[in-house]
């Protein structure tokens, strides 16, 4: 069988401004999942009954306690059956849909070996999809600003969908001074 490009274990080092803007990238997919599990805890908290029980909430808790472990895709549905539950959010399927490109650069730019390209500020992610589809294009450092951008975009969008419900996101040590 014939190789096409380097062998596997050919290592190469991003340039300084690529690394720096791909680890931009990543570090708002993270920040864009913590925004969509308080969105979520907000959504459901919205909903409680007045009454319940120890025993209810403490299941309730539990189950927003397992939120920390799912997976982008995961919680995009539940975002999206979270949002379904609450009357009044019309742009729902746009930000799921919207949610759901991301999840893919995400997966893309998470999961991928980059490989130089012959445009300096071009490379290419070497990435199969557990589908099997090859990722084809080269990435710029403009393609990367695009995709961190557009993260930003929708986690924007995502808190404005979580402060409806009157729930303004505190961060964990927001109360000690």
């Avoid at 720096?20 to 708002?28: I, K, P, R, S, W």
């Avoid at 009044?88 to 893309?108: A, V, Y």
Wanted: one cysteine or more; aromatic letters at 6%; a negative charge.
């Amino acid at each position: 069988m014939a190789r096409i490009g380097a062998p596997p274990e050919t290592h190469y080092t991003l340039p300084a401004d690529y690394a720096a803007m791909l680890g931009q990238c990543v570090a708002n997919f993270g920040w864009l999942e913590e925004i969509i599990k308080r969105t979520i805890f907000a959504l459901d908290k919205a909903h409680l009954a007045d009454d319940l029980t120890h025993k209810q909430m403490q299941s309730w808790m539990a189950r927003m306690g397992h939120l920390a472990d799912d997976s982008m895709g995961t919680l995009i549905e539940q975002l999206d059956s979270a949002m379904r539950r609450h009357p009044g959010l019309g742009d729902r399927d746009d930000i799921t849909d919207r949610l759901n490109e991301i999840k893919q650069s995400r997966n893309l730019l998470c999961h991928a070996s980059w490989r130089p390209t012959e445009l300096p500020d071009t490379w290419h992610p070497a990435f199969v999809s557990t589908k099997g589809q090859v990722y084809g294009e080269d990435l710029s450092l403009q393609d990367l600003d695009a995709i961190r951008q557009s993260t930003v975009r929708i986690g924007m969008q995502v808190l404005q969908v979580m402060r409806a419900t009157g729930v303004q996101g505190y961060w964990a040590g927001d109360d000690q001074t």
